[in-house]
Each structure stands twice: as C-alpha cells, then as structure tokens.
C-alpha cells in the first residue's frame, strides 16, 4: 500500500525571525489518529560549495561555531537569498567568504538536513579550476579563516572525523568517492 500524505487541520506560527521561523502543525495521519503538536522549521534554501584552485588543493574554512563550541573545519557554505538561484548564491558565497570565483562549477547532489522537520534543501556545488578574484568580504556576524589543503589531506581528515556538519561530509564524500 502506498504511503499516504499527512492532512493539515492546523497551524500556528511560535516565532518568525529572518534566521528562525517555528511552527507548530496539528496533523492528521493517513489511518486518522491526530498529531496535535507538529514541529517544522522553515529556512531557505542553502547552498555549500567544494572549492578547487587552480593547483588542485581544495578550500577549506575555520570558523567557530557557538552551538557545539568549536572551531569546525568546512566547506564554503551558505544562504540563497530571496529570487537568487542556487548556482549564484554559491558563486557569491565562495567568493564572499574566500575570495576565489571563476572556474567551472558542476551540481553534485540536492540533500536536506532533516526532511521529517525542516523545509529546506540544500544545493552542493563543484567548483573546479577557482583563484583569487578578490580579498574576502564577510558579513558582520562572519569570522572565516580558509586554507588551501591538498586533496589527500582533505580526505583524511574526512575519514578521520575532522568534519562535524552532515550537510558538508556527504558531498565531500560523494566528491571523493568520484573524482579522487
């Protein structure tokens, strides 16, 4: 028997804020029992990008992350704005945050952090062949280091745990598993 879609009887917005917006969704499931608190959070859509220079060494950036409190190595990450295509916003992000752009730029995969309670995807980007084009230009609330490390050193450090965020390890991984 095929999966059924969830009926909604009701929502309510607990907080919309420009970097949280909360609802609480009363639904009813398919064999008709009613779930009256339903979480969902509502964020664009984002965008992170495997960087590549011209000498073939990868982008990878520092910065601290107050939730876990660390310091967590990345890739270049982050929101498409409003009508801003998701190519565009990645092209803009990396050179935001690192100052590389140009360079041929492949779609590697669409993911969602949690499709059970977020309503987000997120577009992971290939770019090969990159180089300066600028000094960085981070927003106020941005504190981005970046190196240039070599691929073998970025896979090791992907199979040693070295990096925490989901959303980053698979097309890391994906990128690995194709290109290397």
Same mark, same amino acid.
Do not use: D, T
């Given at each position: 028997m095929p999966i059924k879609k969830w009926k909604t009887l009701k929502s309510d917005y607990i907080i919309k804020r420009p970097w949280l917006t909360a609802r609480r969704d009363e639904v009813q499931l398919p064999n008709g029992v009613i779930h009256d608190e339903y979480y969902v959070l509502e964020y664009p859509d984002w965008i992170n990008v495997i960087a590549e220079d011209t000498e073939g060494n990868l982008i990878i950036e520092q910065q601290w992350r107050h939730a #876990?409190? &660390?310091? =967590? =190595?990345? &890739?270049? *990450?982050g929101v498409i704005e409003k009508d801003e295509k998701p190519l565009d916003a990645a092209q803009r992000e990396l050179q935001e945050e690192t100052g590389y752009g140009g360079g041929t730029w492949t779609k590697l995969m669409t993911i969602s952090a949690n499709p059970s309670t977020m309503t987000n995807l997120c577009h992971c980007f290939l770019a090969k062949g990159v180089k300066p084009v600028s000094s960085q230009h981070l927003d106020r609330t941005e504190d981005i280091e970046f190196k240039l490390l070599p691929k073998e050193k970025v896979f090791e450090m992907l199979k040693n745990g070295e990096?925490?965020? *989901? #959303?980053m390890i698979a097309p890391l991984w994906k990128y690995f598993s194709e290109y290397l």
């Open positions: #876990l409190g &660390i310091v =967590s =190595s990345e &890739i270049c *990450a990096f925490m965020q *989901a #959303l």
